[in-house]
């Protein structure tokens, strides 16, 4: 072995092929399965992908940093369960793309945070977290009342279709009209954002202002949809205590 | 840097300028608004200062021809010149991030002093900034001492440290305008990683030219490690961030990874960030600048080969250890998790083969704070390769992870292991590269070393409290069986060791100040160059 070795770091190229097979097989072993994991893990029927306002929530979630305090993975340890709720699923996050499991929590985990608190607790919370929780360290974000840009919505859920998630046409070239119709219950659009996304979406006016589409509303609706994409999570805990 | 390069280098030093101006003003132009933009006005502003720099030095004199019988340490310099100014960024931040968790409101509610965006400003500007920039330009010296022959040419080392800069920058004040891809430790956007696989390429194709022409037959065990770093990193960058963008002009994309692809993805490349840039790197500047600052050959050749190809392979396999408990099959937990213990023999015998060498030179340890700083790098590498094992074990994982435990760990690797070689080495490089005998005041460096020493120690200490603390608060019961504690009452019991963890932060920083401002006294004062010299004189170009 050590002649072999002796010999071999006398050769650069060979160095060079010998780490690239010792530092390939373990991700090849470890990661190459989990693209056959549809054969596993079913996707539930009634899973859905984000709205656009919701999307556009989960990317000021993603360029605020949210992820680097909070995490949306409730393991499955009793403690947790009893703290959050059903442990995750696999499936849940199958439309995700990043994943925002999280590793860390400065912050409560928020995989099971929608319909937890009101809209009006989480517009208060996030300008203001320290007169809703006093010992909170939560940073403020008052910039949240600034207007939504709507421009790269029909682009992004385009984008995310190319990469396996389940956006169609009308939801593609509606995207931008649906995220000002989500927060507008009486407008004319609200009836087709139930039609494309399903009765369970919640419209409404997350901010409490209907004129106006806000960062705020995408962001509450994203918080209030984390958990409620799928009932697949709670059925699962309902059948393992029959 | 003009006055080392000779009239033609010069020339194609300021054609590559000027095609980073239209880089630049490309993506300016495409983007119109926007961080791209700005972006490319970034690009744009760095091409017109290589531009003016070039420029106005094209017709110098050209560089006496002997320099091709000397070693090439123009690039070190300026590389380590650039760790210093990351160390101060990255640490800055790292101060800055702690500070806001004791004191929330304690900088204005904008946007960009907000703790979501500055905290990857930290982790890069301390990863990428002041890790990545010190394996480069210790690279470039230990690569060329140990093959006894200068740099393969003179303008790619300048390529690379530039390119690889402007990445760095690109990726940090985009995390401040609010771009990121939000994958950990890769959170640059689409474009940025783009950029740094050209450069990487340069890399890799720098190292392995100046290998062939070496003048030694055998490759030293130090560039093992660098080739390592450099091959695994770009294999780790490549796949991770494969990502579309959103449109051609704009920073937005979205991985192509979902779910628990992507979960095991960014875990395999967020544990062999730490195998491949924050270990292997700094193993392969242990293993050069340790023997040579202790006068002491490396204890066990031997040993260094099945060290080295342990880590090779064991460490791709324990990234999954991030994931226990959750939606990850659990094969590939458990794979994961008896990984990370093997990993241990591997990681030990690096460790124990370091701390063996300094056998017969331990009254310079004792004497010489330069290498003390590499002597604590070799404990605390033992000592956190030890508890990285420990806490990938499935149910001590299930008590520390999402605490600061985890925090902890990492900084008992990052302050006491990466940052005290980096330092050891540095001290070593700075005089030699001046022509000195030695720093400019060796009583700063004692200063540095006890102020990092005990930043390190309060930092990993208060980390552990608090990691334990929250992880036990979490999971207490009371007699009733319900939960004992809510969620904020464990962040309100955070508080002291949040107070603790930024004092010792800033003890750290403040080291770290110290030894920019030493290295630069020690450069001003330089008596010359290097005195060694390449083994054979190189062929006239």
Request: net charge negative.
């Amino acid at each position: 072995m050590l002649k072999l070795h002796y010999n071999l770091e006398k050769v650069s190229m060979g160095l060079v092929a010998a780490i690239i097979v010792a530092a390939s097989i373990g991700g090849i072993v470890e990661i190459a399965p989990l693209f056959t994991i549809d054969e596993t893990v079913d996707v539930p029927d009634d899973l859905r992908p984000h709205t656009p306002l919701e999307l556009a929530g989960r990317e000021i979630y993603i360029r605020e940093g949210c992820y680097a305090c909070h995490s949306q993975m409730v393991r499955s340890l009793a403690d947790e369960l009893d703290r959050y709720g059903p442990y995750s699923l696999a499936s849940e996050s199958a439309y995700d793309h990043p994943m925002l499991w999280g590793s860390k929590r400065t912050g409560p985990d928020l995989a099971r945070l929608g319909g937890k608190y009101s809209d009006d607790w989480h517009v208060q919370h996030l300008i203001d977290p320290r007169s809703v929780v006093p010992a909170s360290i939560m940073p403020a974000y008052p910039w949240m009342t600034r207007s939504l840009d709507t421009k790269l919505l029909g682009d992004s859920l385009a984008t995310l279709a190319r990469v396996g998630v389940p956006y169609n046409a009308p939801m593609i070239s509606e995207a931008a009209a649906d995220a000002q119709a989500q927060s507008r219950p009486d407008s004319d659009g609200a009836d087709g954002v139930l039609e494309r996304y399903g009765n369970n979406v919640a419209v409404r006016a997350f901010d409490g202002d209907p004129s106006r589409l806000t960062e705020m509303d995408a962001l509450v609706a994203y918080l209030q949809s984390l958990g409620t994409l799928t009932e697949a999570p709670y059925e699962i805990l309902a059948e393992g205590d029959q | 840097m003009t006055s080392t390069l000779s009239i033609s280098e010069r020339q194609i030093g300021l054609l590559l300028s000027v095609l980073l101006i239209l880089l630049g003003l490309t993506m300016a132009a495409a983007a119109r608004h926007g961080v791209m933009a700005a972006h490319g006005f970034m690009a744009l502003a760095l091409g017109l200062g290589l531009v003016f720099i070039l420029g106005s030095a094209i017709y110098d004199p050209e560089p006496p021809k002997a320099r091709m019988t000397r070693y090439y340490d123009a690039p070190t310099r300026f590389g380590i010149m650039m760790t210093l100014v990351w160390a101060m960024i990255g640490m800055g931040f790292g101060v800055w991030v702690a500070a806001l968790l004791y004191w929330p409101e304690a900088t204005p509610a904008v946007p960009w002093t907000s703790f979501g965006r500055l905290r990857p400003v930290h982790t890069t500007g301390i990863i990428f900034g002041f890790g990545g920039n010190a394996l480069i330009a210790t690279s470039f010296h230990v690569l060329q001492r140990t093959s006894r022959a200068r740099l393969a040419d003179s303008i790619s080392p300048w390529f690379v440290l530039l390119g690889y800069n402007l990445f760095c920058l690109w990726a940090v004040t985009g995390y401040l305008m609010g771009s990121t891809q939000s994958k950990e430790y890769a959170e640059a956007e689409w474009y940025a990683d783009l950029w740094l696989v050209v450069v990487w390429v340069t890399y890799f194709t720098l190292y392995i030219r100046t290998l062939a022409r070496r003048n030694e037959p055998h490759i030293y065990v130090a560039n093992w490690y660098y080739m390592a770093f450099i091959l695994v990193v770009a294999m780790l960058h490549i796949v991770n961030n494969l990502a579309l963008p959103v449109r051609w002009t704009a920073a937005e994309s979205f991985p192509v990874w979902s779910g628990v692809q992507d979960a095991m993805v960014q875990w395999w490349y967020g544990h062999n960030a730490v195998a491949f840039l924050l270990t292997a790197g700094f193993l392969g500047m242990l293993y050069y600048f340790l023997p040579v600052r202790s006068g002491r050959p490396i204890w066990s050749y031997r040993l260094s080969i099945v060290s080295f190809w342990g880590i090779t392979f064991f460490y791709i396999w324990v990234g999954s250890h991030h994931l226990h408990y959750t939606a990850l099959p659990y094969w590939a937990q458990t794979l994961g998790m008896t990984f990370s213990v093997m990993l241990l023999v591997p990681s030990w015998a690096s460790a124990g083969n370091a701390i063996a060498t300094l056998n017969g030179a331990w009254h310079k340890v004792r004497d010489d704070a330069t290498l003390r700083f590499m002597f604590v790098a070799a404990v605390f590498y033992g000592l956190s390769t030890f508890e990285g094992s420990f806490l990938a074990i499935r149910p001590v994982n299930s008590l520390s992870h999402y605490t600061d435990w985890t925090v902890g760990h990492v900084h008992s690797g990052t302050l006491g292991w990466v940052a005290m070689i980096v330092f050891g080495a540095i001290y070593t490089l700075v005089p030699q590269l001046s022509g000195r005998e030695a720093m400019a005041s060796p009583r700063a460096i004692e200063w540095h070393f006890w102020l990092a020493v005990t930043g390190t120690l309060i930092y990993v200490v208060a980390m552990w409290n608090a990691g334990i603390t929250q992880g036990l608060m979490w999971r207490a019961y009371d007699e009733n069986g319900a939960l004992s504690y809510s969620f904020v009452e464990s962040v309100e019991a955070m508080a002291p060791y949040y107070l603790l963890r930024t004092i010792g932060g800033a003890l750290f920083l403040t080291g770290a100040v110290i030894c920019a401002w030493n290295c630069r006294a020690t450069m001003r004062a330089a008596m010359g160059e290097a005195a060694d010299r390449p083994l054979a004189p190189q062929p006239a170009e």
